[in-house]
């Protein structure tokens, strides 16, 4: 396995350079003469050198930005093609005579185009392999961490998936039959049942001046004899009967109300109690009053010290961009949010963009109102680094960032400072670092 280390240098017009170095020796010509004729758009373009018997090969970045500022809570469909964007171009890599192990299985070498449709990778054109099977289980366990989607069952079939023996294509394709069933046809109710036809119809005759015949009923031959019973001997039912009640018939009889027997008057002269007295004044001894040692106890209890708030009360809970004091402050008069907390929740940067009517749920930590045209919808990223210091990225936005109205190179990132004035674009969203 070959030994490489990436270093990363800043260009003012090509922004972000990064700089692999290897033993000559281990150069993989075939590979590297297959890139030149046709480079496939899941790898990021290098420039190849050699220097005192070494390859050195430089990766420019361009409009590429981190695939860490795009993580978050997807949808189904859109979890699915981020899963088949993140490994079909091992499976498909063959094609250019390029391996597997190859590429570099970094998180943080994972980069995206503007659009947000291609993952690229690094690639190393070496003979040995840069990388073991390891990594590659490495990478897919924190994408899968760091990435989520709103359908728990299909996120649980990721994660167990993974755990197992991973296999990328017998992964994507499990993807993709969730996928497939999720999308089937709908269930569409069967046609109501045609009623058999009467086969009875016609067999009688219809009589004139008789009622039609009802189905599974005989009808009347002319020469039947007809006979109607009458059930009531020929007696009318009596009008004076007394009629049974019940759900949907007449009413029933009134039960006779209990008389209320009338209580005694109360008062102290057998009058009337008065509801709401409006003065009641009592004296030294009357029963409530408050003597003089209860008012000196109430007085010591009021100038206690109140106890301490308990520190896990939700009431008190700060988050963590509280605490530190990390807040973008508005210094415009646009109407715009007055001020923006920042926090890095799960160690991933806090990203900020303009909400996206298209998608329909948030993509960055922070969003602007849909109206808000100058911000893009993937603007600037904020992280901090190693040495604790903030700072942050433009994400190839359409309108720029500017610190101190100096307008950032693309992809490379700008220490903040305490003070910094920070505008998004040209729309007035100025702002003020304040940690």
């Given at each position: 396995?070959?030994?490489?280390?990436?270093?990363?240098?800043?260009?003012?017009?090509?922004?972000?350079?990064?700089?692999?170095?290897?033993?000559?020796?281990?150069?993989?010509?075939?590979?590297?003469?297959?890139?030149?004729?046709?480079?496939?758009?899941?790898?990021?373009?290098?420039?190849?050198?050699?220097?005192?018997?070494?390859?050195?090969?430089?990766?420019?970045?361009?409009?590429?930005?981190?695939?860490?500022?795009r993580f978050g809570n997807r949808p189904p469909k859109e979890y699915v093609e981020f899963w088949t964007q993140v490994l079909q171009p091992?499976?498909?890599?063959?094609?250019?005579?390029?391996?597997?192990?190859?590429?570099?299985?970094?998180?943080?070498?994972?980069?995206?185009?503007?659009?947000?449709?291609?993952?690229?990778?690094?690639?190393?054109?070496?003979?040995?392999?840069?990388?073991?099977?390891?990594?590659?289980?490495?990478?897919?366990?924190?994408?899968?961490?760091?990435?989520?989607?709103?359908?728990?069952?299909?996120?649980?079939?990721?994660?167990?998936?993974?755990?197992?023996?991973?296999?990328?294509?017998?992964?994507?394709?499990?993807?993709?039959?969730?996928?497939?069933?999720?999308?089937?046809?709908?269930?569409?109710?069967?046609?109501?049942?045609?009623?058999?036809?009467?086969?009875?119809?016609?067999?009688?005759?219809?009589?004139?001046?008789?009622?039609?015949?009802?189905?599974?009923?005989?009808?009347?031959?002319?020469?039947?004899?007809?006979?109607?019973?009458?059930?009531?001997?020929?007696?009318?039912?009596?009008?004076?009967?007394?009629?049974?009640?019940?759900?949907?018939?007449?009413?029933?009889?009134?039960?006779?109300?209990?008389?209320?027997?009338?209580?005694?008057?109360?008062?102290?002269?057998?009058?009337?109690?008065?509801?709401?007295?409006?003065?009641?004044?009592?004296?030294?001894?009357?029963?409530?009053?408050?003597?003089?040692?209860?008012?000196?106890?109430?007085?010591?209890v009021s100038m206690q010290p109140v106890p301490p708030v308990d520190e896990d009360d939700e009431v008190t809970k700060l988050t963590p961009?509280?605490?530190?004091?990390?807040?973008?402050?508005?210094?415009?008069?646009?109407?715009?949010?007055?001020?923006?907390?920042?926090?890095?929740?799960?160690?991933?940067?806090?990203?900020?963009?303009?909400?996206?009517?298209?998608?329909?749920?948030?993509?960055?930590?922070?969003?602007?109102?849909?109206?808000?045209?100058?911000?893009?919808?993937?603007?600037?990223?904020?992280?901090?680094?190693?040495d604790g210091v903030c700072q942050i990225t433009d994400l190839s936005s359409s309108a720029g960032t500017f610190i101190n109205g100096k307008?950032?190179?693309?992809?490379?990132?700008?220490?903040?400072?305490?003070?910094?004035?920070?505008?998004?674009?040209?729309?007035?969203?100025?702002?003020?670092?304040?940690?």
């Amino acid at each position: 396995m070959i030994r490489y280390q990436i270093q990363t240098q800043y260009d003012v017009s090509a922004g972000a350079v990064l700089t692999v170095r290897f033993p000559e020796a281990d150069m993989d010509h075939k590979a590297l003469y297959t890139l030149q004729a046709d480079w496939p758009e899941f790898l990021v373009p290098f420039r190849y050198r050699s220097v005192d018997g070494y390859a050195e090969c430089s990766y420019e970045l361009a409009n590429r930005s981190k695939l860490q500022y795009r993580f978050g809570n997807r949808p189904p469909k859109e979890y699915v093609e981020f899963w088949t964007q993140v490994l079909q171009p091992l499976l498909d890599c063959d094609d250019w005579f390029l391996k597997p192990l190859s590429f570099v299985l970094d998180p943080d070498y994972l980069y995206i185009d503007k659009a947000g449709k291609t993952i690229s990778y690094l690639y190393i054109p070496a003979v040995p392999d840069c990388v073991g099977y390891e990594a590659l289980r490495e990478m897919v366990t924190v994408l899968s961490q760091k990435n989520s989607t709103t359908d728990q069952q299909l996120e649980n079939q990721v994660l167990r998936a993974i755990m197992q023996d991973f296999n990328p294509r017998v992964f994507l394709q499990m993807l993709r039959e969730s996928q497939s069933r999720e999308a089937g046809p709908r269930w569409t109710p069967p046609a109501p049942k045609k009623k058999p036809e009467d086969l009875s119809a016609g067999l009688y005759p219809e009589i004139p001046g008789k009622p039609p015949k009802r189905p599974g009923e005989r009808q009347p031959a002319p020469d039947d004899v007809v006979v109607h019973l009458d059930n009531t001997g020929g007696k009318r039912p009596d009008k004076k009967e007394e009629k049974q009640g019940g759900i949907f018939g007449f009413k029933k009889n009134k039960e006779p109300k209990p008389s209320k027997e009338k209580s005694p008057r109360k008062g102290l002269f057998g009058g009337k109690e008065a509801k709401h007295p409006s003065e009641i004044v009592l004296g030294a001894g009357a029963p409530g009053a408050v003597s003089p040692a209860m008012r000196r106890e109430r007085d010591l209890v009021s100038m206690q010290p109140v106890p301490p708030v308990d520190e896990d009360d939700e009431v008190t809970k700060l988050t963590p961009a509280e605490v530190a004091g990390r807040c973008l402050r508005l210094a415009s008069n646009a109407p715009l949010p007055q001020s923006i907390p920042v926090d890095f929740q799960g160690g991933l940067p806090f990203t900020i963009g303009r909400f996206d009517v298209s998608v329909g749920m948030r993509q960055s930590s922070f969003e602007f109102d849909k109206q808000t045209e100058a911000v893009s919808r993937h603007h600037a990223a904020i992280e901090q680094g190693m040495d604790g210091v903030c700072q942050i990225t433009d994400l190839s936005s359409s309108a720029g960032t500017f610190i101190n109205g100096k307008r950032l190179t693309p992809n490379v990132p700008h220490p903040l400072l305490r003070g910094d004035r920070i505008s998004f674009g040209t729309c007035g969203a100025d702002y003020i670092w304040e940690e």
